[in-house]
């Protein structure tokens, strides 16, 4: 029996199913992914934690 696992969609919480005729998995339509990828982009989304990369002292009087 194929089971039909559906998940909300992470920008408006339309339900969509998980599967190959979901393009746009998990999201719903382009749309709601281009709104995720432009949250990312403005910085209003980010993943905690320390930044990967810090500059030195040193790095500040080379420019």
Known sequence: MNKITMVPCPTCKKPVEWNEQSPFRPFCCKRCQLIDLG??????????GAPAWLPDQDDENEY
């Open 39 to 48: 949250e990312w982009a403005d910085e209003e989304k980010r993943i905690p």
